[in-house]
């Protein structure tokens, strides 16, 4: 399985106080296919509400949070309990393991639904996550604009697309210093499913 992958050399820019490496091709276009339909069917989607200056409303986008050792995992307000690690999501831990050299734990899902689903500004940084967390982000289904930001340095900025099978490694420290998003786009575009592995402590 490693070999697949040998050739596949991350981009890796120059960001103050962080880290990153994108694999733009990660996984192959036909098992990256598989993977999007099989999640896309498969996987138990919720939609959770979420608090916004004192007000409840439905995240915009869907989620599901898989592990095989935790009981209960909070983000935002948003207390979730997980599902079991399936056989696709424990193969494509072991992938990231070997690139990441983190044993993840667990993984978020999120499924984009349209141009009108979206993720505000935020960083991956519960404390259950420890200091400077490593997320390994992988893509699958329609392209969508990834946009950084520093959260001191206003020139610091960063916007790129998130292809189908592509992974996205944050390391370093830049869940500390840096935010990130997945925007709306009036632009008509199909679903994305984005898997977020990371290691709760």
């Not at 959770?48 to 949070?65: A, C, E, M, W, Y």
């Not at 193969?91 to 984009?112: C, G, P, Q, R």
Request: charged share 25%.
């Amino acid at each position: 399985m490693a070999d697949l992958f040998s050739n596949n050399e991350p981009w890796t820019p120059e960001l103050p106080d962080a880290k990153m490496r994108y694999f733009e091709s990660f996984i192959p276009k036909g098992m990256a296919d598989d993977y999007y339909n099989t999640l896309l069917e498969n996987i138990p989607w919720q939609q959770d509400n979420i608090t916004v200056f004192g007000k409840k409303h439905p995240q915009p986008r869907l989620t599901s949070l898989h592990s095989s050792t935790l009981k209960s995992y909070t983000y935002s307000g948003i207390r979730m309990l997980p599902n079991p690690m399936t056989e696709e999501l424990s193969a494509i831990k072991k992938l990231l393991e070997s690139v990441s050299e983190i044993d993840f734990n667990s993984v978020l899902i999120n499924l984009y639904r349209s141009g009108k689903d979206s993720n505000g500004w935020h960083a991956d940084n519960e404390k259950e996550l420890g200091k400077h967390p490593v997320i390994a982000s992988l893509s699958f289904g329609a392209s969508r604009f990834f946009y950084l930001k520093h959260r001191t340095q206003k020139d610091a900025k960063l916007k790129f697309e998130l292809e189908h099978g592509s992974l996205l490694l944050m390391e370093g420290a830049m869940q500390e210093h840096w935010l990130h998003q997945i925007s709306k786009t009036a632009k008509k575009v199909k679903p994305r499913i984005n898997l977020t592995f990371r290691k709760i402590i």
